[in-house]
Structure formats: structure tokens, C-alpha cells
């Protein structure tokens, strides 16, 4: 398994951005996809975004497609995403995800998880 550290979650007004980083440790980077899921209160875990080993390929959800970009540095072994034009239902606590693939991500089947990072969109 991959041991992982969100940060950058906080309070933002609705439009502003935000930065969200996950440092991996325990295995290179470079060898396992990764992604971002979210949890808002009363609501299920759902996909936001991941990424392919090579950080060649992307993939999002469809709320937030053209808004949010994730992207990772291998030689940091450290995957971010830029959150913009936030909206009050983007609220909700992050959670980074690596996997065997971006596929694994995208399916909701990781090997890892973080432990979470709030991010809250004031209206």
C-alpha cells in the first residue's frame, strides 16, 4: 500500500480556487495511478478526477470538468488538484486515492486512501 497526505484544504468564497496537494510515500509514484474523490455531508464517496501513471491522460467527472485540473509531479510523488470557479456544492471533504491504474481510480476501486481534507464554498 501507499501511504498518503492531503493538503491545501480551507475556506473559500464561491468562485475563488483552491489547491489541493497528496504527497505518496511507500512506493515510487510513478508506478500506480491516482485520483481525488469527495464525500459532502449525507452523501456518498464519489469520483472527481484521476490521473494515468505518466500523468499523460486525465480524467473527470462531469461536475467539474472544465473547472478543476489535476496533475501530478512523479519526481515529488505528489498529485494536486487545482479547484476553480468553485461553487457551494463542490463542498465537501477530499480524499486522495492511488491505485494499480487510473482505471482502478476511475471505477472507485483504489488500493489507498488519504485521510481527507475539508474544503468548504461559502456562498
Known amino acids: 500500500q501507499v501511504q498518503l497526505v492531503e493538503s491545501g484544504g480551507g475556506l473559500v468564497q464561491a468562485g475563488g480556487s483552491l489547491t489541493l496537494s497528496c504527497a505518496a510515500s511507500?512506493?515510487?509514484?510513478?508506478?500506480?495511478?491516482m485520483g481525488w474523490f469527495r464525500q459532502a455531508p449525507g452523501n456518498e464517496r464519489e469520483f472527481v478526477a484521476a490521473?494515468?501513471?505518466?500523468?499523460?491522460?486525465?480524467y473527470y467527472a462531469n461536475s467539474v470538468k472544465g473547472r478543476f485540473t489535476i496533475s501530478r509531479d512523479n519526481a515529488k510523488n505528489t498529485v494536486y488538484l487545482q479547484m476553480n470557479s468553485l461553487k457551494p456544492e463542490d463542498t465537501a471533504v477530499y480524499y486522495c486515492?492511488?491505485?494499480?491504474?487510473?482505471?482502478?481510480?476511475?471505477?472507485?476501486?483504489?488500493?489507498?486512501w488519504g485521510q481527507g481534507t475539508q474544503v468548504t464554498v461559502s456562498s
Open positions: 490521473i494515468s501513471t505518466s500523468g499523460n491522460y486525465t
Open positions: 486515492a492511488a491505485g494499480g491504474s487510473m482505471f482502478e481510480i476511475i471505477g472507485g476501486m483504489p488500493d489507498s
Open positions: 511507500g512506493r515510487t509514484s510513478s508506478s500506480f495511478g
